[in-house]
């Protein structure tokens, strides 16, 4: 029997939206509300996106968790409590679960189903999809809700075919879990992934080899569980928090210290860092001083601070110092975690720099670099993501005179789009959260919340007027990503090989590809181009409506 669903025998929809996570299914509901005959595809067997995949062991949300919640019901507000002020994967999952069912929202997704490929028709104005259960349906608009890191990347290593043992992707996590008791688990990666597992396997396997390539800075979490009288608060103040939410930079409502790291003396800021760290959160060193991403000799102070803090807590100074990060504090993802660097003060943990003695390749019996073999019953790829444009890549995406998304972007090298939102050549599609949008550098709810009502504006606005078709203009894009890339380069990230360039992916060309304006410069820049009758698109009517 094929896993593959059948649809009902609806073919035809006003909107067909790829992804049953947290941005489609929020599109869903609003498209829905507003009269709209909507289908989602989703891949998987239920609603989740990235938290019905990423299943690791200690898999949590970075971001704390009352921000990290849809906001546009004050019933859901009122009727969930997050237990922890950063919830872990299954606690994410299950109000993923609760919102779908208070919404009724799975009735309008078919899971198991894949779209392999989109094509806009422009006689019809329609996108015609191709599904892998072998059946076409048809939309006015194709929006795509794929994620940033839905396309899990496994590299290459010659041999792997070969390994006797298990082996799982952090980002592809087994629904069963997985059973780490009196094995020899060798884990490769110390992303925001690896560094979330490997204390939580360490205390479970009976070894455990880190093979680690580049060292990270992290900084603790200090979560906790949620007090009844501090969500209390939260509720009460909830619409002025949303609100600071939406205009702030990043999504979460915090702004930096508005002062240079040069204004204060090596004492203060000893001070200031100190006090950042006992408090834990993912910006509260980040956000201690205004130049730390701008400037590289202000970078450099808080960098050294992390580095002692690594000295100060990893027992072996052979190992501390092949833990020690050397690039811009922040310019890879932030990353918080619970007992990190702890655990290589446990006997059972070995960490291996594979900087320093590449990996050759995977044995039937474990892993063999340069100059050792390591000797495995399993292996954790925690490896990350082709991020950005992977999710949107591997589906075949055609527009106008059947060019594809993956040609016009060139790979990846020549992303271009307006406000994220949509690309030259196709017409009537949308991206949520994509590349160009403030996306992965901001509060993902906030700015998923953002572009689907920005979009179920634009879509109801274009049926009221009897408009059929929307494009981005050519020259909308090519000055909005210039802005895109102006504005990094007057930032570090630029200049650290990251997920953020396409750096990670052999073969993949290198480009920034987020907006850093800030997520409340960003709603503001939108919100005019809709106030303008959606300048920088071109509008069609319909032809019924063209001759009248
Ligand atoms: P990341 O952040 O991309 O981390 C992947 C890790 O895997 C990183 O340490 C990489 O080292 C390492 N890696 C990748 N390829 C190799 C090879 N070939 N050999 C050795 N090591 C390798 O992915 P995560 O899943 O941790 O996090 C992704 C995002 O999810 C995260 O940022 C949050 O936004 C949520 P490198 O640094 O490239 O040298």
Redesign the pocket.
């Known amino acids: 029997m094929s896993s593959i669903q059948k649809s009902n025998s609806l073919t035809d929809f006003d909107v067909v939206v790829v992804g049953a996570g947290f941005s489609g299914l929020y599109m869903l509901h609003r498209l829905r509300e507003a009269g709209f005959s909507t289908r989602v595809f989703e891949a998987g067997d239920n609603v989740g996106g990235?938290w019905y995949w990423?299943r690791y062991p200690g898999a949590r949300c970075?971001v704390e968790s009352i921000y990290y919640n849809y906001t546009f019901s004050e019933d859901m507000l009122k009727e969930w409590s997050w237990s922890a002020k950063y919830a872990e994967q299954p606690e994410i999952l299950s109000y993923i679960n609760y919102v779908a069912d208070k919404f009724d929202l799975r009735r309008d997704v078919q899971f198991n189903t894949r779209v392999q490929s989109a094509q806009f028709d422009d006689k019809k104005n329609r996108w015609d999809v191709q599904l892998n259960n072998g059946e076409k349906v048809s939309a006015q608009y194709f929006i795509t809700a794929v994620g940033c890191?839905s396309a899990s990347?496994v590299?290459k290593?010659k041999g792997l075919e070969n390994f006797k043992g298990e082996w799982h992707h952090?980002?592809h996590w087994p629904h069963e879990g997985v059973d780490f008791q009196g094995k020899r688990v060798g884990i490769?990666?110390?992303?925001?992934?690896?560094?979330q597992a490997i204390p939580v396997i360490a205390k479970e396997a009976k070894h455990l080899t880190v093979?680690?390539?580049?060292p990270?800075y992290s900084s603790p979490a200090r979560n906790t569980p949620n007090d009844p009288e501090y969500l209390k608060n939260i509720r009460k103040n909830y619409w002025e928090i949303r609100t600071k939410m939406r205009h702030s930079i990043t999504g979460i409502p915090e702004e930096p210290r508005n002062i240079s790291v040069f204004d204060e003396s090596p004492e203060e800021r000893q001070k200031v860092f100190e006090e950042a760290w006992q408090k834990g959160g993912l910006l509260n060193l980040t956000y201690t001083y205004n130049d730390l991403s701008i400037t590289p000799e202000a970078n450099a102070i808080v960098a050294e601070f992390i580095r002692s803090k690594i000295r100060e807590t990893v027992k072996k100074p052979e190992v501390a110092e092949k833990l020690l990060p050397r690039f811009f504090y922040g310019t890879?993802?932030t990353?918080i975690d619970t007992d990190y660097f702890e655990t290589y003060n446990r006997d059972n943990v070995l960490l291996v720099d594979?900087?320093e003695a590449?990996?050759q390749e995977i044995t039937a019996t474990g892993v063999k670099t340069a100059d050792a073999d390591y000797e495995l019953d399993m292996i954790v790829?925690?490896?990350?993501?082709d991020?950005m444009t992977g999710p949107l890549f591997k589906m075949d995406i055609r527009g106008k005179d059947g060019v594809s998304l993956k040609e016009k972007w060139a790979g990846g090298s020549h992303t271009r789009t307006y406000l994220g939102l949509g690309t030259a050549g196709f017409p009537n599609m949308f991206m949520l959260t994509g590349p160009e949008s403030p996306s992965?550098l901001s509060n993902m709810m906030v700015s998923i919340e953002q572009h689907v009502e920005w979009v179920s504006d634009c879509i109801s606005y274009m049926r009221d007027q009897n408009q059929a078709v929307i494009e981005v203009k050519e020259e909308s894009e090519n000055t909005w990503s210039k802005h895109c890339r102006d504005i990094a380069d007057q930032t570090l990230f630029t200049k650290t090989?990251?997920?953020y360039m396409g750096?990670?992916i052999e073969g993949k060309a290198r480009g920034f590809q987020i907006y850093l304006g800030g997520v409340g410069t960003y709603r503001k820049i939108c919100d005019e181009v809709a106030e303008k009758g959606y300048e920088g698109f071109i509008l069609k009517a319909s032809e019924k409506s063209a001759v009248n």
């Open positions: 990235t990423n970075d890191l990347n590299p290593f952090t980002g490769i990666g110390t992303g925001s992934s690896g560094i093979f680690q390539r580049t990270q890879k993802r990353i594979v900087k590449p990996i790829f925690a490896t990350g993501f991020a992965v090989d990251s997920w750096a990670n």
